[in-house]
């Protein structure tokens, strides 16, 4: 069992930045992030695998880092130059498949509750 406790979220103007942080009872192959809207599925933002290897979506690129503490078990998502668009529920997610990459979210075996993250225009 892995557990997982997301914080950081909160409601920011268009163009500013948030740090999430993951909790984690211990790392596993592969750790990511993924947001949700309701009504729809959760979509994976990025990923970081066992080696420090990121992966990202697209619509995050060059605005968005993943980092990993090993020490304390933590993963951070940082995100910059926020956009409405990345609006949503934040969900960290343990995974022990490899490889890492951006996988859909049924291989994740682990989740967290969700922190929430509103950008406003």
């Known amino acids: 069992q892995v557990q997982l406790k997301e914080s950081g979220g909160g409601s920011v103007q268009a163009g500013g930045s948030l740090r999430l942080s993951c909790a984690a009872s211990?790392?596993?192959?592969?750790m990511g992030w993924f947001r949700q809207d309701p009504g729809k599925e959760r979509e994976g933002v990025i990923t970081?695998?066992?080696?420090?290897?990121?992966s990202y979506a697209d619509s995050v690129k060059g605005r968005f880092t993943i980092s990993k503490d090993n020490a304390y078990n933590t993963v951070y998502l940082q995100m910059n130059n926020l956009k409405p668009e990345d609006t949503g529920m934040y969900y960290c997610?343990?995974?022990?498949?490899?490889?890492?990459?951006?996988?859909?979210?049924?291989?994740?075996?682990?989740w967290g509750e969700g922190t929430q993250v509103a950008v406003n225009s």
């Open positions: 997610a343990a995974g022990t498949f490899v490889p890492c990459g951006l996988r859909p979210a049924s291989l994740y075996s682990y």
């Open positions: 211990r790392l596993t192959s592969c």
């Open positions: 970081i695998a066992s080696d420090g290897r990121p």
